[in-house]
């Protein structure tokens, strides 16, 4: 198969040390993504860099691999730790960073401190007590373990901001830059800054806290992969569950997530797929941080091929093999539809894209077509696309549906019945 999303720079080219290059040949990676390609020669001579890329294409391992180089060049005799320091706008991009840094530095011999909210707090904060040399972390919790005087900025080397327009859309700049104020001047560390768009705020962010950096830009001609093939449906509000079971009945997809914009359209939708011999996971902003993990686990072992997600997870999720990608509700933002379609065909595959424009949300779809640059060719709902459906039990029907069991159960009980 021809990868059409490979360049011809072999990474055996590039200024990588030997234990570096033979972790990235048993992942089984030769060839750089353009992002790699336009990043890595420029980071790899302590320069700092700038990048925008589409999502899935390979900006991880260019700051990973540049980060390592680094830390492999200190000659000191001394170090001082933490060495280098990973920001991530969440949980799930953290730990993906996290297990992307173990695969392809499993020679290195680097400690790694993964520090996120949620879970395992005296656990993390023995692990960054110690002598780490990169913590992968989320703001909230490195600060908070940096107010209590865990660990130093002092020594950093290295500071990585991944998905930084993510950072500004979840209010985190003021934490991003409490931090960046406390390491080395710009001048004395290696920056690098990766996002899905360089806006004008995100440059800012770059011009004040790195030195002199490159902006590296991947353009495409479309905003969206043209791997990704994109169609839309105008259903009725009550067609919505239907079409979406009748396409998923002629899709069979490998892997699918189905996005929402709220919980409570997540749970109803859940309920629905369940009635019809659809075994799903439900991913929100309020599931519990242990729980979240096992769920995305599932899923990536296609224990469970559905998702039902809201935006919590359109970003910084490598799952891969995604086949397709279900708009149950279109996003409010336009920029929110390129990242949800992008969990799809990542790293050059194929993948679907199938949105609803639903009478509650259909005011979005200008904007989206606006913003992409391109036309969403809408396809007939047809009979044969809305199947009969189970009906899902509501909460209080399975509330009372137990009563009436446990009443039944005592009463044979009385009765000397055995069940």
């Known amino acids: 198969m021809k990868n059409t999303h490979l360049t011809d720079t072999q990474f055996i080219n590039l200024e990588l040390s030997r234990s570096i290059l033979n972790g990235l040949k048993e992942a089984g990676f030769d060839y750089c993504s353009p992002i790699q390609d336009r990043a890595l020669p420029i980071a790899l001579r302590d320069r700092d860099v700038a990048g925008q890329a589409q999502t899935g294409t390979g900006k991880t391992a260019s700051f990973l691999l540049a980060t390592f180089q680094r830390l492999l060049n200190d000659n000191s005799e001394k170090k001082k730790y933490p060495r280098a320091i990973i920001l991530a706008p969440t949980r799930e991009l953290a730990i993906q960073i996290h297990k992307d840094a173990l695969l392809l530095g499993k020679h290195l011999g680097l400690n790694l401190a993964l520090i996120y909210g949620g879970t395992d707090y005296q656990k993390q904060l023995k692990t960054v007590q110690g002598n780490v040399d990169i913590i992968i972390a989320t703001p909230g919790r490195i600060i908070d373990f940096y107010r209590q005087k865990a660990f130093s900025l002092n020594h950093i080397q290295v500071m990585v901001l991944d998905e930084a327009d993510r950072m500004f859309d979840l209010g985190f700049i003021k934490d991003i830059r409490y931090l960046l104020n406390r390491m080395p001047s710009p001048e004395k560390r290696l920056n690098m800054l990766f ?147 992008g969990r799809t065909a990542r790293f050059g595959a194929k993948g679907e894209a199938i949105s609803f424009i639903c009478e509650e949300y259909a005011y979005s779809m200008p904007d989206i077509e606006d913003y992409i640059n391109q036309k969403v060719p809408v396809h007939r709902v047809t009979e044969d696309l809305l199947p009969e459906l189970k009906k899902a039990r509501t909460k209080s029907e399975s509330s009372t549906q137990a009563l009436s069991k446990k009443k039944a159960k005592c009463k044979n009980r009385d009765k000397g019945v055995v069940s």
């Open 195 to 341: 996002s899905a768009t360089l806006s004008f705020k995100v440059s800012e962010l770059a011009y004040e806290h790195m030195y002199q950096p490159v902006m590296v830009k991947i353009e495409t001609e479309e905003v969206t992969s043209d791997s990704i093939n994109q169609f839309a449906f105008c259903p009725a509000n009550e067609q919505k569950i239907p079409l979406l079971i009748g396409l998923l009945n002629s899709h069979k997809p490998e892997r699918s997530i189905v996005f929402v914009n709220t919980k409570r359209s997540a749970e109803k939708l859940a309920d629905y797929l369940a009635a019809n011999d659809y075994k799903t996971a439900l991913l929100s902003g309020d599931v519990p941080q242990e729980k979240r993990q096992r769920l995305l686990a599932d899923f990536q072992e296609s224990k469970v091929t559905i998702m039902i997600a809201t935006d919590v997870a359109a970003r910084g999720l490598h799952i891969p093999d995604v086949s397709h990608v279900f708009n149950f509700d279109l996003p409010q933002d336009a920029e929110d539809y390129v990242h949800r379609i």
